[in-house]
């Protein structure tokens, strides 16, 4: 099953502006990650936020997470034509052994279109 | 270049065929995951390792065998080929000694079964 939803499925947007990704999840985490796949490729890790962190920046890159309402976004800011990609959340459970909870839950992803 | 090299990157097979998909690391990392990744889908956990000598079944284990001989490699089987295992492999690589346990993935294997 799903841990995380990603929303919206898909964003088209101009170059230059922000682009702003929501995840939620259903059970308590350990940590959630992002991860870029552009088409026909893997995928690229991005930013990962720990359960007590409540906003965490890379370069253009900001994560949120909200664990009281089980949801992230990931905000894209002066987006360029080469983050045009899908976007997945993932998440790593807490409990159970510690190599069973680092496995990854994934979401079903947002299509992101960054248009010239 | 130091990363997850998976192989092959395309492959056709019959319907009762087995095969092998072969993953490789060379970072050292002790945890290794399988994913198959469907369309309009997220990635599914098939199989996953911890360290050498030790598996256990993801979320959708069922028609696939794997085994961790090494830290480096992390086959996947399929032992009787489906229809329904049509789909993108992907094979990943994770340490928890490193402060933010992200997953290296590797490029993918595309499998179509006919």
């Known amino acids: 099953s799903q841990q995380g939803e990603e929303d919206p499925q898909a964003l088209s947007i101009q170059e230059g502006e922000n682009a702003t990704m929501n995840c939620s999840y259903k059970?308590?985490?350990?940590?959630l990650q992002w991860y870029r796949q552009n088409s026909g490729r893997g995928l690229v890790h991005l930013i990962l936020i720990r359960s007590n962190e409540r906003e965490k920046h890379s370069g253009r890159l900001r994560v949120t997470l909200d664990t009281s309402k089980k949801s992230s976004s990931l905000l894209i800011t002066a987006s360029r034509a080469a983050d045009t990609a899908s976007y997945f959340c993932?998440?790593?459970?807490?409990?159970?052994?510690?190599?069973?909870?680092?496995?990854?839950?994934f979401g079903s992803g947002t299509q992101l279109t960054v248009l010239p | 270049n130091a990363g997850v090299t998976q192989t092959p990157k395309f492959q056709v097979l019959k319907t009762g065929q087995s095969m092998t998909l072969q993953c490789a690391q060379d970072m050292n990392h002790e945890y290794m995951s399988w994913y198959r990744q469907d369309p309009g889908m997220g990635l599914r956990l098939i199989h996953y390792?911890?360290?050498?000598?030790?598996?256990d079944q993801g979320e959708v284990p069922n028609g696939y065998n794997v085994s961790r001989s090494t830290t480096e490699d992390f086959p996947l089987r399929l032992l009787s080929a489906a229809p329904s295992q049509t789909s993108v492999y992907f094979c990943a690589s994770s340490s928890p000694r490193g402060r933010g346990y992200g997953y290296t993935f590797g490029s993918g294997t595309r499998l179509t079964v006919v």
């Open positions: 059970t308590s985490i350990n940590n």
């Open positions: 993932a998440t790593s459970k807490t409990g159970g052994t510690s190599g069973s909870a680092r496995q990854l839950t």
């Open positions: 390792s911890v360290g050498a000598g030790i598996t």
